[in-house]
Nanobody
Framework: QVQVVESGGGLVQAGGSLRLSCATSGSIFKINDMGWYRQAPGKQRELVSTITSSGSTNYADSVKGRFTISRANAKNTVFLQIDSLKPEDTAVYYC??????????????WGQGTQVTVSS
């Protein structure tokens, strides 16, 4: 059983910052990519940022320069530092972990989401 739990969302004014955390637990052999996605009301879920186990990162164009992803491999945790927040960043932010439970078998796990609301 694998659990993915996000935290750190909230209500913040435009220009403010938030730090999201996501902890993955369970009988895990290793975690490959971890990432953040978001879904705004009436829109499809979209990629925000991903990070490999070796630390290579990828960002959506809309968040480059404002969002920073990082991870603590020893704690199976990924973080998303969000700066210079804009009202259009308002969404539910979901964490995703590509988990290897058995050698050669990778499965994708999602958290329940954390709400980020940016007021103008």
């Amino acid at each position: 059983q694998v659990q993915v739990v996000e935290s750190g969302g909230g209500l913040v004014q435009a220009g403010g910052s938030l730090r999201l955390s996501c902890a993955t637990s369970g009988s895990i052999f290793k975690i490959n990519d971890m990432g953040w996605y978001r879904q705004a009301p009436g829109k499809q879920r979209e990629l925000v940022s991903t990070i490999t186990s070796s630390g290579s990162t990828n960002y959506a164009d809309s968040v480059k320069g404002r969002f920073t992803i990082s991870r603590a491999n020893a704690k199976n945790t990924v973080f998303l530092q969000i700066d210079s927040l804009k009202p259009e960043d308002t969404a539910v932010y979901y964490c995703n972990a590509k988990v290897v439970l058995t050698i050669g078998v990778e499965s994708s796990y999602w958290g329940q989401g954390t709400q980020v609301t940016v007021s103008s």
